[in-house]
Each structure stands twice: as C-alpha cells, then as structure tokens.
C-alpha cells in the first residue's frame, strides 16, 4: 500500500531524498509519518509528520536536519535527509494514519511501508 524509494549509501554530511507513494488509496486525508529501524535495536516511533492541512512537526534529533513534503497530485511524500551522520543508519518506513503523533507507533497505524535502506558512512 505504502512504498519506499530512495535510500542508498552516502558519506557523513551527504544528503538523500526519500519517497513514499500510496497504492490503492489517496494520501490527501491522511497524515503521513516516517519512522525508522535498526536490526536488533528497540522500535522507534514515528520522527516526523506531515499533516493534511500540510503542516510539520518533528522530533528534535531531525529538526534542522530533516523535511517532509507531500505532493498530493503525484500521491507521494518525500523526506529529505541533510547532513546524514552514521547513527542515521536505518531502514526508512513511512506510515499512514488519519491522525497520529510524534513518537507514536508506527505499527498502529493504518499502513506502512516495507522500507528503504539507508546508509551513512565513509
């Protein structure tokens, strides 16, 4: 229902773009959340959201960092990832709800993605 693409391997500092396209259904009433997860290491909730009002929020460790964007014709949202440090490695999921917020789990929600691998190192 959810898909990813985008991920890939980049150096300390280097920047990458994420997409997130809904199949089967209309992202425009939903909002949209990513979220990520290393192997072995406990779920993180959700990081930051965009709403469908097209308004933001994120967590501290991404804020500055980080922007989420949607493009309702094209069905799609992006995450645009700056300044990547080697603690951002992860597989990028991205989550679909009509209402959610920071931190929530991203398993509760109505869809989700199976994910895009990113990695950050020289």
């Known amino acids: 229902q959810l898909v990813e693409s985008g991920g890939g391997l980049v150096q300390p500092g280097g920047s990458l773009r994420l997409s997130c396209a809904a199949n089967g259904f209309t992202l425009d009433d939903y909002y949209i959340a990513w979220f990520r997860q290393v192997p072995g290491q406990p779920r993180e909730g959700v990081f930051c959201i965009i709403r469908s009002d097209g308004t933001t929020d994120y967590t501290d460790f991404v804020k500055g960092r980080f922007t989420i964007s949607r493009d309702n014709a094209k069905n799609t949202v992006f995450l645009e990832m700056n300044s990547l440090k080697p603690e951002d490695t992860a597989v990028y999921h991205c989550?679909?709800?009509?209402?959610?917020?920071?931190?929530?789990?991203?398993?509760?929600?109505?869809?989700w993605g199976k994910g895009t691998q990113v990695t950050v190192s020289s």
């Open positions: 989550a679909a709800a009509k209402f959610m917020r920071l931190y929530d789990d991203p398993y509760a929600m109505e869809y």
